[in-house]
């Protein structure tokens, strides 16, 4: 019933620098998860045309077809997300590339 009062470590609340290499491995990761879910994309999509809808009622159509249409729309959303982030990634290493190297140095 009495929890001990847990106070964070200072370790947990140290921040970390951004670093180029940092960035691009960041950007690879969300480069190959954004490349996972447009070829899943593509799966699902080709599975979705090769398999019509069969029915006569209209209401059946209606709402099969807007299911799929949402399906494809999540997955090319998710797959748009992880691009984008994989490209600011890869423009923020850039940037701090270009901050090394303009950097005066103090030695």
């Known amino acids: 019933m009495n929890e001990p ?15 180029p290499l940092r960035c691009i491995m960041g950007a ?6 954004g490349f996972a879910m447009y070829s899943l994309m593509i799966a699902i999509a080709t599975t979705f045309a090769s398999k019509p809808i069969h029915s006569d ?7 099969g077809s807007a299911v799929r249409t949402l399906v494809v729309g999540v997955v090319a959303l998710g797959t748009g997300i ?26």
């Open 5 to 19: 009062n847990v106070t964070p470590s200072a370790d947990t609340n140290a921040e970390v620098p951004p670093t």
């Open 28 to 33: 690879a990761m969300s480069g190959g998860f």
């Open 57 to 63: 009622n209209p209401m059946v159509v209606n709402i």
């Open 82 to 107: 992880f691009g984008i982030v994989a490209l600011g990634l890869l423009a923020l290493a850039v940037q701090l590339l270009l901050q090394q190297l303009t950097k005066p140095r103090n030695s």
